[in-house]
């Protein structure tokens, strides 16, 4: 299965008893959208859409990012997972402007610190 950022994203939603169309004008995605990350394990969702979630939901990436890990059962199929969904964030980053870029990553290597403690 590996990290499921909808699973957690749905998670604080509902702490915050926020209806999805709330969370999505909040957070300025699409409800569909919103809905699919939260129903499936399609983690195809760029930084600035999860930093924007995270906002909305009185929190940080790094925080979320790392939630979504910590809630995940360790084994193999997790693991393939994890390095898929960082592969996809390296991409992500390397997309963004330099100075947004190294605030990003600065945030990403304590998430991973935190994750191989």
Do not use: C, W
């Not at 699919?36 to 394990?41: D, K």
């Not at 906002?55 to 193999?76: C, G, H, M, V, W």
């Amino acid at each position: 299965m590996g990290a499921n950022l909808g699973s957690e994203i749905r998670k604080r939603r509902i702490k915050f008893n926020l209806t999805q169309e709330d969370l999505a004008e909040l957070s300025n995605i699409s409800v569909n959208f919103l809905s699919q990350l939260e129903r499936t394990n399609n983690q195809n969702i760029s930084i600035k859409k999860i930093e924007s979630i995270a906002t909305a939901l009185n929190t940080n990436t790094p925080e979320l990012i790392s939630a979504a890990y910590k809630s995940q059962p360790d084994n193999i199929e997790s693991n393939k997972s994890k390095s898929y969904f960082l592969d996809k964030l390296n991409i992500a980053i390397k997309k963004l402007p330099e100075k947004e870029a190294e605030e990003v990553s600065k945030h990403l290597f304590y998430v991973i610190k935190d994750l191989t403690k």
